[in-house]
């Protein structure tokens, strides 16, 4: 079976500065989707950025980007000039693709202070 | 266009009691799914359906059952709810799997159940 671990439970940053949430895998597939989702205090479930594992290019979208790292099953996300909206939890997220199953991790989740 | 719409979104149950979690999307998605969120263990699959008729079980389908007789709704039954139920319920919707690009999964707003 998959499994996606998200080892920081929690994380702080300050507003304007980087920080970057790890995830790691395990899997025996070769092609596989990997996800990073934002759930604010709202619950609203947003996704953030999607890598495809046969892509050898890091996925960035403006702020977000991850650093994916298939040998060692890693797929951290890093969050450039961080503003007090993108305080959240973080769940990074894994399918195959088959029926739109998602695993997901335990989630980050993440404190931006002035 | 509501995207997903879930309802309630709170409920109290006493043990024991049954009661259905509605889960409808307008956007003529066939794959739609159920996932639970507890605190410390992120979202688990609970049941998923690939089209109208087409339902599977995910990983924690004990106590739940669901049913898709149109493309456009799939509710998720409690039959007889324990306090192990208690926890967070998202429904998700895609028009393709997720794995196509520019293909999403939509999420409803969640329902929080409690029961006592």
């Known amino acids: 079976a998959q499994t996606v671990t998200q080892s920081q439970p929690e994380m702080s940053v300050q507003e304007a500065e980087t920080v970057t949430l790890s995830c790691t895998y395990d899997?025996?597939?070769?092609?596989?989707?990997l996800f990073w989702y934002k759930q604010p205090p709202s619950r609203q479930m947003i996704l953030v950025i999607r890598q495809e594992a046969y892509k050898q290019q890091n996925a960035t979208e403006n702020r977000f980007s991850v650093n994916f790292q298939k040998a060692a099953k890693s797929f951290s996300l890093k969050i450039s000039d961080s503003q007090l909206g993108d305080a959240a939890m973080y769940f990074c997220a894994y399918t195959t693709g088959t029926a739109s199953k998602l695993t997901f991790g335990t989630g980050t989740r993440l404190q931006v202070t002035l | 266009n509501a995207g997903v719409t879930q309802t309630p979104k709170f409920q109290v149950l006493k043990t024991g009691q049954s009661m259905t979690l509605q889960c409808a999307q307008d956007?003529?998605?066939?794959?739609m799914s159920w996932y639970r969120q507890d605190p410390g263990m992120g979202l688990r699959l609970i049941h998923y359906?690939?089209?109208?008729?087409?339902?599977d079980q995910g990983e924690v389908p004990n106590g739940y059952n669901v049913s898709r007789s149109t493309t456009e709704d799939f509710p998720l039954r409690l039959l007889s709810a324990a306090p192990s139920q208690t926890s967070v319920y998202f429904c998700?919707?895609?028009?393709?799997?997720?794995?196509?690009?520019?293909?999403?999964?939509?999420f409803g707003q969640g329902t929080r159940l409690t029961v006592v």
């Open positions: 998700a919707s895609s028009y393709s799997e997720v794995r196509e690009m520019n293909t999403e999964a939509f």
């Open positions: 956007m003529n998605h066939e794959y």
């Open positions: 359906s690939v089209g109208a008729g087409i339902t």
């Open positions: 899997t025996s597939e070769s092609d596989y989707y």
